[in-house]
């Protein structure tokens, strides 16, 4: 637009375009808070004495299209020289600034084109309704999704606190994992496959990894050098994945083996 309206190459003159965004960011943001419906504003821009000019007149808009005033502005301006250098960041603000008055405002635009004094309607469906539509095309697993997720049944999710796969109610795993919050440390990823192949009920606390900041004050005394996973089996701390899946090997040998016995020739 500005090289259209003032048969200059903003590419190669970048002081005229900042000069102009940050006119057009300025505009939009005063608009975007004006308290009527429809306003008139006039914009005496710049003194004739300045490299850039604007005419100033009154330009009728609707407050709900701050982007329209922009362009009117394009209409407006001439050039006369280059201006002041380093306005990218007040640019940016404004449109900044801009952008969020419209989407406080509902989007942008006005309910009604043809009548912009008419009120805002609000016609997107409620919370209600949206429950009802998603209850209404749910399957019967999705929807007993969150109970057996509490229950530590279904399948395998990072979500589980508990996992009791068949055992009856009431039982308490004597395994417990500590692993990270994040889900995707390979080192107790292969822990956490292992429990879920071999079924056994265990509990999840969850770790933040270093990346994400410190570590809990607890898990530093129970595990000094802050490493994971870390497991819990029957009331002894094992702080390695190895020794970790051997150990649930050693004392779960009921739950589908992974390792061959020491009698098998492979």
Sequence with gaps: LVSEHSGVDWMSS??????????????????????????????????????????????PFQRRSALGVGVRLCDC???????????????QLGGF????????RGGGKAQNNDDASAPWKD???SWDELKKQLESQQTAEEKAFRSNLEAGRG???????????????GTEPRVTLYRDKAGWCPYCQKVWF??????????????????????????MRMQPSGGIPVAKIDGRVITESNDIMQELENSFPEHTPLIPPPSDPQ
């Design 194 to 219: 292992q429990l879920e192949i071999k079924r056994i009920p265990y509990r999840v606390e969850k770790v933040n990894m270093r990346c994400y900041g410190d570590k809990p004050d607890w898990f």
């Design 123 to 125: 016609t997107a469906p």
């Design 97 to 104: 600034v801009g952008a969020v008055g419209d989407m406080l």
């Design 155 to 169: 399948p395998a999710n990072h979500l589980a606190n508990i996992r009791l796969f068949d055992a009856p109610e």
């Design 77 to 91: 301006f001439r050039r006369r020289g280059h201006v002041a250098r380093g306005m990218r960041p007040m640019a």
């Design 14 to 59: 970048k002081p005229l375009f900042r000069h102009s965004l940050v006119r057009f960011a300025s505009i939009a943001v005063a608009a975007s808070l004006l308290p009527t419906s429809r306003s008139s504003i006039s914009v005496p821009f710049a003194p004739a004495s300045t490299p850039l000019a604007f005419s100033a007149h009154p330009l």
